[in-house]
């Protein structure tokens, strides 16, 4: 990803240089943006004017070298490593609880730092320290590590910095994203019986293939002495000949697949496409639809309550929905509710959302308790999905089991009709 050096203004006029490791100029600008900055230069790492540098340093705004050189700004937005949500969790917990004590909160920073053993999250830590130090709000300090910390984060903290309940939102940040880790988790133990049985399946298949089916054929030449094969038997063979014959190729054929599937899902159709699929594709479909709904709603109820702007939670949440057909809704939802219309119009005509949603949203509009309205439906949904996980989980392993036996047994039937023909032969001729 690029790197973009900036030099901007903030409120009161200071001036201010750094880096941000963003995809173009035009999000490097943004970004300044929701830091509070007004941007004057902003250009390509390698792009900077070699009259800024003196000594491998970047010049301060009064000419002399300043701290940092052109390395280390480079590695300041996202030090060339990611952050695991778990680890990512545990830190926003921590840092709530210190905070909530009455712990300063740069004192709480360089506390959580010197106990960090992740090595990319130490080292972001040192740096928000120093940012906060230096007088940046401990907001502007997170949107210098995009990689790390998305919008919905950096936008609910900015929020309880404006309302002065940090320690609130940080907790309220802390539970979303454990239940958030919490559903996918189950989804992912859901998906991985399935995954299993398919691999194992897989590989029996291969080994048949590849090595017992062919020792079957030479023995069908010795005791048939030329006559014709079973159909199915012929079948089963030539599978075996094709995979044995052309292995490579198979594999080579098998990796293009994966490759070209890979290459359509990053096309705007491609990606709409599937994300529709995976809303109605059957047993699998109502749970990633479960979980599409109760993120939308988990998401925006922590956003609006949190004291984020309404037009600005819904854009947060279109970037942040995981799906393009839930994300197209909340579109729909922004406009409505910029032209001074209501959230449960687009919901209900977007064809997503069931009808029990569109009525709890409704009420909440009504009664003004939208995000406690809607944080009972990801509640209600996160529990939706777990029992739709566990009777998946009940219903795919006997579906698995039967699948593997007449994947096996297919086979294995293949090989001994031959020898039923020759027994049934040899029983007509004694007779």
């Known amino acids: 990803m690029p790197n973009f050096n900036y030099i901007a203004l903030d409120s009161k006029g200071k001036e201010s240089k750094g880096s941000l490791d963003v995809a173009s100029q035009n999000e490097a600008i943004g970004r300044l943006k929701e830091m509070g900055l007004f941007p004057t230069q902003v250009a390509e790492a390698e792009k900077v004017d070699p009259k800024e540098k003196k000594g491998g340093r970047l010049l301060s705004p009064g000419g002399k070298k300043g701290a940092l050189n052109l390395k280390i700004n480079l590695k300041i937005p996202g030090f060339g490593g990611r952050v695991k949500t778990k680890v990512l969790t545990t830190f926003t917990r921590q840092l709530a609880t210190l905070v909530d004590a009455g712990l300063p909160l740069?004192?709480?920073?360089?506390?959580?730092?010197?106990?960090?053993?992740?090595?990319?999250?130490?080292?972001?830590?040192?740096?928000?320290?120093?940012?906060?130090?230096?007088?940046?709000?401990?907001?502007?300090?997170?949107?210098?590590?995009p990689k790390v910390f998305n919008r919905l984060f950096i936008n609910m903290v900015r929020a309880g910095e404006l309302?002065?309940?940090?320690?609130?939102?940080?907790?309220?940040?802390?539970?979303?994203?454990?239940?958030?880790?919490?559903?996918?988790?189950?989804?992912?133990?859901?998906?991985?019986?399935?995954?299993?049985?398919?691999?194992?399946?897989?590989?029996?298949?291969?080994?048949?293939?590849?090595?017992?089916?062919?020792?079957?054929?030479?023995?069908?030449?010795?005791?048939l002495n030329g006559k014709p094969l079973p159909a199915f038997t012929e079948f089963v063979l030539d599978i075996s000949k094709a995979v044995k014959d052309h292995f490579f190729l198979t594999i080579g054929g098998v990796v293009a697949v994966v490759i070209l599937f890979k290459l359509f899902l990053m096309t705007?159709?491609?990606?709409?496409?599937?994300?529709?699929?995976?809303?109605?594709?059957?047993?699998?479909?109502p749970i990633f639809s479960k979980v599409a709904i109760s993120r939308f709603a988990r998401t925006l109820g922590t956003l609006v309550s949190s004291g984020v702007p309404i037009l600005q939670a819904l854009t947060i949440v279109k970037e942040t929905a995981g799906n393009v057909v839930i994300s197209n809704a909340v579109v729909a939802v922004h406009e409505s509710v910029k032209e001074g219309e209501t959230i449960t119009a687009p919901l209900e005509a977007s064809n997503v959302f069931p009808a029990m949603v569109i009525s709890m949203v409704d009420v909440g509009e009504q009664t003004g308790a939208l995000p406690e309205m809607l944080l009972k439906i990801a509640d209600n949904y996160d529990e939706e999905v777990d029992n739709a996980v566990t009777a998946m989980t009940s219903l795919l392993e006997p579906i698995m089991i039967v699948f593997l036996a007449v994947v096996v047994g297919s086979i294995v039937i293949a090989m001994f009709l031959p020898l039923i023909d020759l027994m049934q032969n040899l029983g007509t001729d004694a007779n």
């Open 268 to 285: 705007r159709l491609g990606r709409r496409l599937f994300d529709k699929l995976k809303l109605v594709v059957p047993v699998f479909g």
């Open 163 to 223: 309302g002065g309940v940090l320690e609130v939102v940080l907790n309220r940040l802390a539970e979303f994203m454990e239940k958030a880790e919490k559903i996918k988790g189950k989804v992912i133990a859901a998906m991985f019986y399935p995954v299993a049985v398919m691999v194992v399946a897989v590989a029996i298949m291969g080994v048949l293939m590849v090595f017992v089916v062919p020792k079957f054929e030479e023995i069908f030449k010795d005791m």
């Open 106 to 145: 740069l004192r709480g920073l360089k506390v959580l730092q010197k106990q960090e053993r992740h090595a990319t999250l130490k080292e972001i830590l040192g740096e928000l320290a120093l940012a906060v130090e230096s007088g940046s709000t401990f907001s502007e300090g997170l949107a210098q590590h």
